[in-house]
């Protein structure tokens, strides 16, 4: 898992298709609507929502096979949390249709946490573990993310 403030998004060695996503990610406010963005067919879309932050032990961990997560707050703060490749057991298996694999966290702490907020960037590749959408304050808070979803043949990348 890549985390970093968006204006040095340029210092990774990334494929150029990363960067198409964070150019788009400049033109998102908080006037943008909930929904798919299609930016590049398959290779590369956007998914805009918003939602009420969750307690640490409702969030799900997961991970994408044929997608690299780009996740963007435009409004609000949430925790993620990284556990490290094939750390947790699995609590349903891989759903192409959804391209996730959910694993149990009850028995593990997370290795890793930083807290998303808007002018920061989380990129989640198919090998890190991540439970996004989790309060990072005593109460719950609304959020509006988008999540840009890079193709991982596009990417060049293989999942774990």
């Not at 991540?130 to 991982?152: D, L």
Request: charged share 20%; hydrophobic share 35%.
């Amino acid at each position: 898992m890549i985390f970093d403030k968006i204006s040095n998004h340029t210092s990774y060695m990334l494929p150029k298709i990363f960067n198409t996503a964070f150019e788009h990610a400049q033109t998102l406010s908080i006037a943008t609507p909930i929904g798919k963005i299609d930016i590049d067919g398959e290779n590369l879309f956007a998914i805009v929502s918003e939602y009420e932050t969750l307690e640490m032990e409702v969030a799900k961990a997961e991970t994408h096979n044929k997608y690299i997560d780009i996740q963007i707050l435009i409004s609000g703060n949430e925790y993620i949390c990284w556990y490290p490749a094939n750390s947790l057991p699995v609590n349903e298996p891989y759903d192409s249709i959804k391209d996730a694999t959910f694993y149990d966290k009850s028995s593990k702490k997370y290795e890793g946490q930083v807290t998303l907020s808007p002018g920061t960037f989380a990129i989640c590749f198919p090998w890190d573990i991540h439970s996004p959408q989790i309060r990072s304050g005593i109460n719950s808070e609304r959020v509006k993310k988008v999540v840009y979803k890079v193709s991982t043949a596009e990417a060049g990348f293989t999942p774990a």
